[in-house]
């Protein structure tokens, strides 16, 4: 029926012939463009054009609803010089700081004349506090802890956690939990100090081992909310370890000492003497064998 045909819009992209009341094509979805410009039309709405695009449509204000670019772009306003130059001269002719507090303590209210006047607290307050603090530096600096370290654990930023102080530098340090399920492994910088921070509360194994040192333990508790600190009054003492080539060095200064006066009377005789001497020495904890040593020897 030819009526019914001038009562459809048809879609400028496929074509498809849709109702009049409609604003989108309902074969692709596109926007009929003759149903929306008549509403706009009937609206009273003109479409903005983009400047990038060249595209227009009403919803167009700031920024281009199909690119994205910026249409309406902010005008910031100079400011005026003639203001500023008049505000300027207004803040140069305020009188000056002197005539204002005179004004301000002529309003005050009249004191008596035989009214006491309050002594100053600021400066007995300042000399008790410098004496203070003279008293303080003063005892950090006789008692036998270093006061470095007590200066670093009193300004700390670090309030929780655990600090560990060493006698030698570069000390490897292994934490281990009483349950033995969590390690910790460190090693102390160059002034053998280590700091620890996020450490679970609780009782640790603490050990402390270096190439050429034995090897220390330290069972220690860590407590939550406070700074833990371990070898703070004195560090954890590292001795040197015992070697193999300083054990055979030892034994042969011993046993030449021991033999100052005894004559090689013959090869035999000279060999089972420093043999002796030097097992004897390997062992000094038991005097019977020196002197049996000696004995043979004399």
């Given at each position: ?6 009562n ?47 595209r ?35 803040v ?12 301000v ?24 506090a ?14 036998p ?65 270096k ?10 508790e ?75 020897n004399?």
């Amino acid at each position: 029926m030819p009526g019914a045909a001038t009562n459809t819009i048809s879609c400028g992209s496929c074509g498809s012939a849709n109702a009049p009341d409609m604003s989108f094509c309902l074969s692709c979805g596109k926007v009929l463009s003759a149903r929306m410009a008549a509403l706009r039309k009937a609206r009273g709405v003109k479409k903005r054009e983009c400047t990038s695009c060249k595209r227009s449509d009403e919803l167009n204000n700031r920024y281009c609803i199909f690119c994205g670019a910026e249409i309406q772009k902010r005008q910031l306003n100079q400011s005026n010089s003639d203001a500023l130059e008049k505000f300027t001269q207004e803040v140069s002719s305020v009188q000056d700081r002197r005539a204002m507090l005179d004004r301000v303590e002529a309003a005050r209210a009249p004191e008596k004349a035989d009214s006491a006047k309050r002594p100053g607290l600021l400066g007995p307050f300042l000399l008790y506090a410098g004496l203070g603090i003279a008293t303080a530096i003063g005892v950090a600096l006789l008692t036998p802890v270093n006061f470095g370290q007590s200066w670093l654990a009193l300004t700390s930023p670090v309030k929780d956690g655990l600090v560990v102080y060493t006698s030698e530098p570069f000390v490897d340090v292994v934490l281990q939990a009483a349950d033995k399920k969590h390690y910790l492994l460190g090693s102390t910088g160059k002034g053998g100090s280590l700091q620890v921070a996020d450490i679970m509360p609780g009782r640790y194994l603490a050990r402390f081992s270096k190439s050429g040192y034995e090897t220390v333990s330290q069972s220690l508790e860590v407590k939550k909310g406070r700074l833990n600190l371990l070898g703070f009054d004195s560090p954890v003492q590292l001795d040197k370890a015992f070697t193999a080539d300083a054990a055979s060095s030892s034994s042969a200064d011993g046993a030449s000492s021991l033999l100052p006066n005894v004559a090689p009377s013959s090869t035999s005789s000279s060999t089972s003497s420093q043999t002796t001497s030097a097992s004897s020495l390997s062992s000094p904890s038991h005097p019977s064998s020196v002197s049996s040593a000696t004995g043979a020897n004399q």
